[in-house]
């Protein structure tokens, strides 16, 4: 499976951005979506996530601001930023859990898109 993520770039303080992330391939199933980050020097760091199910959970940092969801039918997570901070300058991730056929479960990350937001 391959995912393929759009939509960072430069955005000024307090400004918005919107992620997707598509996931293509053989895919059987996907358990989970979602999104993580790593600054420059720092840890990857988890961002918020997505179940099948449609259950989130988000990094304290970004309650509140940040809003995931998914379309099942397009295997597509998002990630709406609003209020976006200079902390938030990062290369944000894809992830996926999912189910290649026949039954192969393993995790796939995308290849990342930068977020930069200038003060």
């Known amino acids: 499976a391959l995912l393929v993520e759009s939509g960072g770039g430069l955005v000024q303080a307090g400004g918005t951005l919107r992620l997707s992330c598509a996931a293509s391939?053989?895919?059987?199933?996907?358990?989970?979506m979602g999104w993580y980050r790593q600054a420059a020097g720092k840890q990857r760091e988890l961002v918020a996530t997505?179940?099948?199910?449609?259950?989130?959970n988000y990094a304290d940092s970004v309650k509140g601001r940040f809003t995931v969801s998914a379309d099942n039918a397009k295997n597509t997570v998002y990630l709406q930023t609003n209020s976006l901070k200079p902390e938030d300058t990062a290369v944000y991730y894809c992830?996926?859990?999912?189910?290649?056929?026949?039954?192969?479960?393993?995790?796939?990350w995308g290849q990342g898109t930068l977020v930069t937001v200038s003060s």
């Open positions: 992830n996926a859990d999912l189910v290649e056929y026949p039954f192969n479960r393993h995790e796939v």
């Open positions: 391939g053989s895919i059987r199933s996907i358990n989970a």
């Open positions: 997505i179940t099948s199910g449609g259950t989130t």
